[in-house]
């Protein structure tokens, strides 16, 4: 299980708090970094506890467990540009008033209205929630979808896999197991999709990469390196400085 599909099936305390606690450890919901029990962590000449330490490796790594979320694409979220703006700023704080000048709103009485859309949206996702918990308790036919991934672009029909449709595409374009060569780079968008899932475990999510090394993890893997870089960038697994001269693992 994935941090994303973690987070997802968490209760909704672990999440405001963005962690989990397990037998031996805590694990980050956001990242998936875990923090062994039983351990003292020192910190700029502080020694932490290891679930005091969790919420410090929260702070420094991801700001918040809001902040994490206000950056989840909006396909994730449900929210629009302007209800994301809008949240933004009632947790900073901001007065009314103030959003309004930030947003150039119209009058103050626009800020309450988009208010009680918000809470209208809380009061409805709580009542799907909830339906949606009762379901799963009688859908027995209920297909496996896999996770969008966190940064993932362009968020549409091509992410409408299950686990299943999942294996069948590795079976077939890595024949060798998952260790080994792609045989062909497919042409449906799913399928693309679900081999460079496999493809981006290659990298380490906590090193940067030059071009040149990036270029040698995808030759033992496919001859077009090329393509497979320029999908693995466009798709939202990886990023790159301005010119190229860096790269590393998204989230």
């Not at 506890?49 to 396909?75: A, C, P, R, T, W």
């Not at 901001?94 to 988009?114: C, F, M, P, Y």
Request: charged share 35%; proline share 2%; with cysteine.
């Amino acid at each position: 299980m994935n941090a994303v599909e973690k987070f997802i099936e968490a209760s909704m305390e672990d999440m405001k708090r963005g962690y989990v606690e397990e037998l031996e450890c805590y694990q980050c919901l956001l990242c998936g970094e875990k923090v062994e029990k039983g351990l003292i962590y020192p910190e700029n000449h502080v020694l932490y506890e290891s679930e005091k330490f969790m919420k410090l490796h929260i702070e420094q790594q991801h700001i918040s467990v809001f902040d994490y979320l206000i950056g989840l694409n909006k396909k994730l979220t449900g929210l629009t540009d302007h209800q994301n703006s809008l949240l933004k700023l009632f947790y900073e704080g901001r007065s009314d008033l103030e959003v309004q000048k930030e947003l150039e709103i119209g009058s103050a009485s626009t800020i309450r209205n988009h208010r009680f859309v918000l809470k209208e949206k809380e009061r409805q996702a709580k009542i799907f929630l909830t339906m949606m918990e009762l379901l799963k308790e009688k859908d027995s036919h209920a297909p496996n979808f896999l996770p969008i991934h966190k940064n993932a672009t362009m968020v549409d029909d091509r992410y409408n896999i299950t686990a299943e449709e999942q294996a069948e595409v590795e079976k077939k374009f890595f024949p060798g197991g998952l260790n080994g060569r792609m045989i062909k780079f497919p042409k449906k968008e799913k399928q693309k999709l679900a081999t460079l899932r496999v493809i981006i475990k290659h990298f380490d999510k906590e090193k940067q990469y030059s071009e040149k090394e990036i270029n040698e993890i995808l030759k033992s893997i496919y001859d077009d390196y090329v393509t497979l870089r320029r999908y693995l960038v466009e798709y939202g697994f990886l990023d790159r400085k301005d010119d190229g001269s860096v790269y590393w693992v998204k989230g």
